[in-house]
């Protein structure tokens, strides 16, 4: 497809387990971004990638948090040790160009629900 | 000081009336100005953006006017329609300085416009 893509849309897991949502950006966008929208509220900066590298990780709650974009492309958000706090839309962007600031293309999120 | 503030949190509008959503920054290195809508279950998506040379920016019915002085801007919603219910956000980056195109957003607005 054209636009960002996210997977699962929805996950439900138990409050101490593992979690992975996955983001596949549009081909080309060396920009990537992970924002966790809770309900009610703006989208929450986690880290950004230019290329495979983690350029700004300063979002990051805490070390329970890691994200990986190994190829440049897809990236992973990793969500260890799950809480109840964790549950919210996490919502991947990218955008062309290195250093860009311009438009950010969302995905659709990945709607997380801890127990 | 990365903290943008947003009203109202909640607007009704009668269609053809005019919407009005304001925002206000404190961070002066803050130098790009979205405003983004969401729909429900859908990614936010770019609607209009200044940068601070300009007062005001127009396209189609929608309109940023921006404060440089008073650290503000808002969005104008023309001739409101029932299509454009949703949930706005505005939001900020200092591109000059951090390069990353990060964006700061609001905590939303959700607008609902009466046929």
């Known amino acids: 497809g054209a636009g960002v893509s996210q997977t699962p849309s929805n996950k439900v897991t138990e409050k101490g387990k593992y979690v992975e949502l996955r983001c596949d950006p549009i081909s080309g966008h060396t920009a990537l971004y992970w924002y966790r929208q809770s309900l009610g509220q703006g989208p929450e900066f986690l880290i950004y990638?230019?290329?495979?590298?983690?350029?700004?990780d300063s979002g990051l709650p805490n070390d329970r948090f890691f994200a990986v974009r190994p190829e440049g492309s897809v990236s992973t958000l990793k969500i260890q040790r799950t809480e109840r706090g964790d549950s919210a839309v996490y919502l991947c962007?990218?955008?062309?160009?290195?250093?860009?600031?311009?438009?950010?293309?969302f995905g659709e999120g990945s709607r997380l629900t801890v127990l | 000081q990365q903290q943008v503030k947003q009203s109202p949190q909640s607007l009704i509008v009668q269609k053809g009336g005019i919407s009005i959503i304001n925002c206000a920054y404190e961070?002066?290195?803050?130098?790009?100005f979205p405003w983004y809508q969401q729909f429900p279950g859908k990614g936010p998506a770019l609607l209009i953006a200044i940068r601070p040379d300009v007062s005001e920016k127009k396209e189609g019915r929608f309109t940023i006017s921006f404060n440089k002085s008073a650290k503000q801007f808002s969005l104008h919603i023309m001739d409101s329609q029932p299509g454009d219910s949703a949930t706005y956000f505005c939001?900020?980056?200092?591109?000059?300085?951090?390069?990353?195109?990060?964006?700061?957003f609001g905590q939303g607005t959700t607008l609902q416009v009466k046929p």
């Open positions: 961070n002066t290195a803050f130098d790009y």
């Open positions: 939001a900020a980056s200092n591109a000059g300085s951090s390069n990353t195109g990060k964006l700061i």
């Open positions: 962007a990218s955008s062309p160009a290195s250093g860009y600031t311009g438009e950010l293309f």
């Open positions: 990638f230019q290329g495979t590298g983690a350029a700004d």
